[in-house]
């Protein structure tokens, strides 16, 4: 059996040691599963290990591998969200409510990484309904981040990230509807994009968020986002909202460039309208000192709007109770806050929802008109440094589980942009801090390729926490 050392090692490593013989699927799913035994009854990552399930399929991807079938995820275990349909797999979202839910069938974009050779190992966890920025769910409890317990990794795809952070998985997928994807990423150290909407099917699956919410890859390189990424997507008729656009294929095979003259890049510490910690205002601006070294061309800029948090509440409050109000009749088994939230959407007349998606297309055309001068537009990977999970018990306490340390996150989900957040270093105090790569609507290759040349370049070996294994 290889060393447990090769579990921190990229997905792209992992891949070719497969294909040269010098490692199979059934061994690195095992090292994965003795990892999650050793580990995640602290960190409280999974809601359910498919330990028979895993090694089945790892068996047939090697006899696949020795029948000479090259397979882009050969043997790369993933991890699920809980949101996520994996057929024969319990798929809560995190509440009461939904506790003996099992779906029958996948999630495409799921079902096109196992065919890519990806291995199920487990689900993860996130926030009932996917309703927080940190991640406690009532059927499995609380989730804790690698590089500190006593802080929160995140949400809503904490379980996930926690996952491919500490190397319990190579890949993992989430969704992103608010930051989702892009909190828990910059929180635990990982990479993690947002895909332009409706290039990766999210369907079939609960409706959640369905004009804001995307399904969007975790990993430890931005390489290994992109090879995740040129196997989900891609239109499909099983989910209406994904359209035609450019291939995503050639991701697989993304490399970093040598620099990056010729790119126009906005910077911009906070949107104009959003607080941000000092801290993390001082390590984004060294960061961006970094970015220019590139040979890119660099101005402080964005555009010029008022705060599209409240447009966002709107939408999305009308959209859960679109989704989960026919909970209602079992709201005994609702967490308060997430039944404020649905309680909120049911007060929401169409006229307001629809004001709110007006509102929200003039929003987006001012971002289009200001990519007509740049390429890409770089911000802090998220706000804040992760907060205690006590401070997050006292977000959720509230009736919509937010404060003033969020809402930049949103503004992808409302325009439909892809972003990508990397680790770009560490703070004092020991915590992982990243920055977001923001492009035009179709342009994930170029967004991608961008944050994986500013990677290169930073990043040096990848961040593991310092986490016992």
Not at 214 to 228: E, H, K, N, W, Y
């Amino acid at each position: 059996m290889p060393s447990k050392d090769v579990l921190l090692l990229p997905a792209t490593e992992l891949v070719a040691r497969i294909h040269r013989g010098e490692l199979t699927a059934t061994e690195l799913t095992e090292l994965s599963l003795a990892r999650i035994a050793d580990l995640d009854g602290e960190l409280g990552a999974f809601t359910v290990v498919l330990d028979d399930r895993a090694r089945e399929a790892a068996r047939r991807v090697d006899e696949r591998i020795a029948a000479g079938e090259h397979l882009p995820l050969a043997g790369l275990t993933l991890a699920v969200k809980d949101h996520i349909w994996l057929a024969g797999a319990p798929a809560t979202n995190g509440s009461m409510a939904l506790a003996d839910f099992v779906p029958s069938e996948s999630a495409v974009a799921v079902e096109r990484l196992e065919a890519a050779g990806a291995i199920v190992i487990g689900k993860t966890n996130n926030p009932e309904f996917c309703y927080g920025d940190d991640t406690y769910s009532p059927v499995y409890g609380l989730t804790r981040n690698p590089w500190n317990l006593n802080l929160t990794p995140g949400g809503s795809s904490g379980g996930s990230a926690v996952a491919v952070a500490t190397g319990m998985t190579a890949l993992a997928i989430g969704t992103d509807g608010g930051g989702s994807i892009r909190i828990p990423a910059a929180f635990c150290g990982v990479a993690g994009h947002k895909p332009t909407f409706g290039i990766v099917p999210s369907q079939p699956g609960f409706i959640g968020w369905p004009t804001l919410s995307v399904f969007g890859p975790l990993a430890r390189s931005t390489q290994d986002l992109a090879l995740m990424m040129s196997a989900m997507a891609g239109e499909h008729a099983a989910d209406a909202s994904t359209v035609p656009g450019p291939s995503l294929k050639g991701l697989a095979n993304l490399s970093p460039l040598k620099d990056l003259k010729g790119l126009r890049i906005a910077v911009s510490d906070d949107f104009g309208f959003a607080r941000v910690d000092p801290i993390v205002r001082d390590a984004f601006r060294q960061a961006v000192d970094r970015l220019a070294q590139l040979g890119c061309t660099i101005e402080d800029a964005h555009p010029e709007y008022k705060n599209p948090e409240p447009m966002w509440w709107t939408i999305a409050a009308a959209e859960s109770y679109a989704s989960e109000g026919s909970l209602l009749d079992r709201s005994e088994l609702i967490a308060p806050n997430s039944l404020s939230l649905i309680r909120m959407g049911e007060a929401i007349s169409a006229g307001e929802y629809l004001d709110a998606q007006h509102e929200r297309a003039e929003f987006a055309k001012v971002w289009g008109s200001f990519f007509e001068n740049f390429d890409l537009i770089v911000s802090p990977g998220e706000q804040v440094l992760p907060f205690s999970v006590e401070e997050a018990e006292k977000l959720r306490s509230d009736e919509i589980a937010a404060g003033d340390w969020w809402g930049m996150d949103c503004v992808a989900n409302l325009t439909g942009q892809p972003a990508t957040s990397v680790p770009v270093g560490i703070v004092d105090g020991g915590l992982p801090v990243g920055m977001q790569f923001m492009g035009r609507p179709f342009d994930d290759e170029r967004v991608l390729q961008v944050a994986s040349t500013f990677e290169a370049l930073v990043r040096g070996p990848l961040m593991h926490p310092p986490r016992k294994g």
